[in-house]
């Protein structure tokens, strides 16, 4: 059932949740491994995961990634593909990719990789130098997966502007920060994904802190967040005006029902925030979505699903209808052996 939202940029249409990819028809899990993005107008690509159902109860890591397109905006969408590095590299036994962001800049798509130890349960931390692939033909054919960082750890978010590609990467190859050379970096590359660079170090509360999401804002500035892992009530912010060379931290953003696995996106004249609510539970619970005119300023939020256990997981993109395309990861089972294996679903949001 669609829900109405007043928020702060309006009245937004909260569309009904649609299963994108029914895991629990197959057996399977979905952990991680949401990347969208728009290859022509109405032209999606989709990532999601194909997990086991049954390793750390559907939580892990553990499989490889598949693929589809859609040519109407997100309503019907065609054959799933495999991405064949991350199924060559689950048959080495060694690591597995999550593919978490992917961009388009002059035709080309970069997706950023995270690169997981599959020798521990969860097939996430400790995190290996992040990675990234590159398609000229809209997902046809990946080169070789490279590094995009020298240093271990997880691009929580990727967006471009004017040829320039911005990458967020926590530099630290555990999931919460805990020593002050846990930094969150900001990566760029000037060259269409031929080369990428530190611009700077983002100047953002580090210490107990894990995700993040980056935003272009319309005035040119880029702003930054992390999760406070203690306090989902309470997200840490920063803006630079420069690129991400140089950044001022702001204070520490107040939210109702929390968040971890935090999304921005612009909808309107303002943007949308989603992920995993706080709701006063060590692992956090239900799905919550929040409205800002700046980015910065955030209303009380909506709750979807709130009776709903720890394992959302998502991404969203911006369509050039207008709509926001929200996808994200939802238990479907109470069983004991795999209480945490997901279903990938869809929403789509619109405002007024």
């Known amino acids: 059932m669609e829900q109405v939202y007043e928020g702060a940029i309006g009245r937004v249409h909260v569309g009904a949740a649609e299963v994108y990819v029914d895991n629990e028809a197959r057996g399977r899990s979905g952990h991680m491994s949401h990347a969208l993005v728009e290859l022509s107008p109405g032209r999606v690509l989709a990532f999601n995961s194909n997990c086991s159902a049954w390793r750390l ?12 397109y859609s040519e109407d905006y997100g309503r019907t969408w065609g054959e799933i593909h495999d991405l064949a590095c991350s199924k060559q590299v689950l048959l080495d036994g060694i690591h597995t990719y999550s593919l978490e962001k992917a961009v388009l800049v002059d035709g080309v798509v970069t997706a950023a990789i995270c690169h997981n130890d599959q020798l521990v349960p969860i097939s996430c931390e400790p995190w290996a130098e992040p990675l990234y692939i590159q398609s000229f033909d809209q997902g046809r054919t990946w080169t070789e997966a490279k590094p995009i ?15 320039v590609i911005y990458a967020l990467e926590l530099c630290n190859p555990n999931f919460v920060a805990k020593g002050p050379e846990d930094l969150y970096r900001l990566l760029a590359s000037r060259d269409n994904g031929r080369s990428f660079q530190c611009e700077g170090i983002v100047e953002i509360d580090t210490l107990g802190h894990g995700y993040g999401a980056l935003q272009l804002r319309a005035d040119g500035s880029l702003v930054a967040y992390a999760c406070n892992i203690a306090d989902g009530h309470r997200l840490s912010a920063s803006v630079s005006r420069d690129g991400g060379r140089h950044w001022a931290p702001q204070p520490d953003i107040a939210l109702a029902e929390g968040i971890r696995n935090v999304q921005v996106t612009p909808l309107g004249k303002g943007y949308v925030m989603h992920g995993r609510g706080f709701r006063h539970t060590p ?70």
């Open 149 to 163: 960082s020298p240093w271990p750890g997880r691009v929580y978010d990727m967006v471009a502007r004017d040829g």
């Open 57 to 68: 109860a559907g939580h892990a890591a553990f499989g490889w990634i598949e693929y589809r």
């Open 283 to 352: 692992g956090g619970k239900g799905l919550v979505l929040y409205t800002s005119l700046d980015g910065l300023e955030w209303d009380d939020g909506l709750v979807l699903e709130p009776d709903k256990p720890m394992c959302y997981y998502s991404n969203s993109l911006r369509m050039s209808d207008g709509r926001v395309l929200m996808q994200y990861s939802e238990t479907y089972t109470k069983e004991p052996a795999r209480h945490n294996a997901v279903n990938v679903m869809h929403r789509f949001l619109s405002v007024e």
